[in-house]
């Protein structure tokens, strides 16, 4: 499988090196394309070397006349032959250009003419980073489906500190091997996953419903199969499209939920509840339509069947449960109270009131809490970086199930 790598001018050019050797590790054969200023950075020749291929740094080739388009016909075939476009370290000037589709040198055509899902690595002065400009592009980005490996914090080259330095190689490299399907670490687990809202009917024609759009719990699936798992989706009714190759059951209440999981239960070895349930219900559903004429009615709701909660209770030896929690005040407080109440292995705690977290966007915010106390805080990120995020922390959270069983008894 054929991928390319897009080296733009940055300090951390070089570690780019190392991402070729990861990526090529996995059996990828890697072309690396370069920018004029990646090329004051670190030379094509230590590329080729590694890569066994020449890289491309201009769109024409060195050559002059006829042999120049023939060349740009061959550069651009690397388009549609590769499985994913990879650029590390993007430039805030290269985000730039891709977010409003400039195509000025080879990089940024390529990031046009091909179909290949894109990863983007960032890596700039913290300043450049926390610019509106900048994060206004990665949004442009994410929203477009683009898969952002974002920057680790520390201290940067050009003296400053803060977020702003090139993710690890290996965390790049298994951004492209989860996207490329060769991350398979949950391969062997039947992961359960809940997501959307429930709609808890209050006559014929109207409900009780809430803004989930399901993303979060797609994003969970898609990224849960990506990584070799067999997939259950139970999901409330929403307009956003499931990812290919999961089990989708549809439900609409709380009651159909529960039961659903239930009944699914059994065959579960990981469960991760992102399903925004109502936790009340219309006492009564009035058979029809409730009319005008009869009233403004009085509703008197009653509390529907904690799912989380009973799942937790009848939980399998080594069967995994994370749960979320959405809140919109108190956020650590409130959701370390549902963690340790149901019990669960981990729990996924966003701030629904901040803006690009939780109901019906792109992007989340989350805390990660564990029963043992340590919490990891993660910036915004897409809902496909949280789930991929989370399901690192289920695979670390087996490895543990696992030696705990080898030294008998659960953790
Ligand atoms: O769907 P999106 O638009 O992408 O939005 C994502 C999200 C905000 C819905 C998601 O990130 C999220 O926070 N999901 C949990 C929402 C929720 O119901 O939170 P809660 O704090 O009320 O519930 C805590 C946990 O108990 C959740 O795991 C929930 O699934 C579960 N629960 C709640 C009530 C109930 N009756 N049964 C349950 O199992």
């Known amino acids: 499988m054929r991928v390319a790598l897009g080296v733009s001018g940055g300090i951390a050019a070089y570690k780019a090196a190392e991402l070729v050797r990861l990526l090529q590790d996995k059996g990828l054969d890697v ?13 094509p020749l230590t590329f080729a070397a590694l890569s066994g291929h020449k890289v491309i740094t201009d769109m024409f080739g060195e050559a002059q006349g006829a042999s120049n388009v023939e060349s740009a016909i061959e550069h651009i075939a690397v388009a549609q032959e590769i499985a994913a476009f990879v650029i590390a370290p993007a430039t805030a000037n290269v985000l730039a250009k891709v977010a409003h589709g400039i195509a000025d040198d080879f990089l940024t055509t390529l990031c046009l003419a091909t179909k290949a899902p894109l990863i983007v690595a960032p890596a700039m002065n913290v300043n450049m980073w926390e610019h509106a400009a900048t994060q206004q592009n990665l949004e442009v980005l994410r929203i477009r489906g683009v898969r952002v490996v974002n920057p680790d914090e520390g201290y940067l080259a050009c003296g400053m500190t803060g977020a702003g330095r090139l993710a690890s190689p290996q965390c790049i490299a298994q951004a492209v091997f989860e996207t490329l399907g060769l991350r398979q670490d949950l391969a062997g687990e039947t992961v359960l996953v809940t997501a959307g809202p429930t709609e808890e009917l209050l006559d014929s024609v109207r409900y009780l419903s809430n803004r989930s759009s399901g993303k979060m719990g797609y994003a969970l699936a898609e990224a849960s199969r990506r990584r070799g798992a067999r997939v259950l989706l139970v999901s409330g009714p929403t307009p956003t499209e499931p990812p290919a190759g999961v089990r989708l059951e549809r439900v609409r209440t709380a009651e159909e939920m ?31 339509k409730i009319k005008k004429q ?22 399998r030896e080594n069967q995994l449960i994370v749960g979320f929690a959405a809140e ?6 409130n959701a370390t109270a549902k963690l340790h109440a149901k019990r669960l292995d981990l729990l996924v705690a966003n701030d629904v009131s901040q803006e690009g977290a939780g109901f019906d966007v792109d992007t989340n915010i989350v805390t990660l809490l564990f029963p043992d106390g340590r919490k990891k805080a993660l910036e915004k990120m897409s809902k496909l970086d949280v789930a991929s995020r989370v399901l690192d922390e289920v695979v670390e959270i087996r490895k543990q199930f696992g030696r705990h069983s080898r030294e008998g008894g659960n953790p």
């Open 31 to 43: 072309q690396v394309v370069m920018t004029r200023h990646a090329r004051e950075f670190i030379t």
């Open 258 to 288: 529960a039961q659903t999981v239930f009944a699914h239960l059994a065959e579960a070895t990981v469960v991760l509840m992102a399903a925004a349930v109502a936790d009340f219900r219309p006492a009564e559903a009035y058979p029809g």
């Open 294 to 315: 009869q009233g403004a009615p009085v509703v008197k709701l009653e509390p529907t069947l904690d799912i989380l909660a009973a799942i937790a209770r009848r939980r």
């Open 328 to 333: 919109t005040e108190h956020l650590l407080t």
